[in-house]
Nanobody, 128 residues
């Protein structure tokens, strides 16, 4: 059974940092791309960052470029999102996602429907 579990969310002041982690189990995730999405109140779920199966390529939403980094440890089946210089508009529930449709893909998907497994989400709140 595939499971994705996020951790690391919390409350931080603007300009601060948080590190989110995603622990994956139930499959050999080292073959698949993974990503982070977020959903703010009253808004749709949006792509934040993604990483290829090997960790060799990453992709970011324009809104977080230069502030967020994504990494993964394929041996441990974990993925991280380092968020620096946080802004109030980063406030949202952050979700870990896995694209298990395609193995060894070099294309990082950005649409929610392209990811078929999701974590339960972790709240990130950035105060002004």
């Amino acid at each position: 059974q595939v499971q994705l579990v996020e951790s690391g969310g919390g409350l931080v002041q603007a300009g601060g940092s948080l590190r989110l982690s995603c622990a994956a189990s139930g499959r050999t995730f080292s073959r698949y791309n993974m990503g982070w999405f977020r959903q703010a109140p009253g808004k749709g779920r949006e792509f934040v960052a993604g990483i290829t199966w090997s960790g060799g390529s990453t992709r970011f939403a324009d809104s977080v470029k230069g502030r967020f980094t994504i990494s993964r440890d394929t041996a441990k089946n974990t993925m991280n999102l380092q968020m620096n210089n946080l802004k109030p508009e980063d406030t949202a529930v952050y979700y870990c996602a896995a694209d298990l449709h395609r193995s060894y893909s070099i294309v990082i998907a950005t649409m929610t429907q392209e990811y078929n497994y999701w974590g339960q989400g972790t709240q990130v709140t950035v105060s002004a």
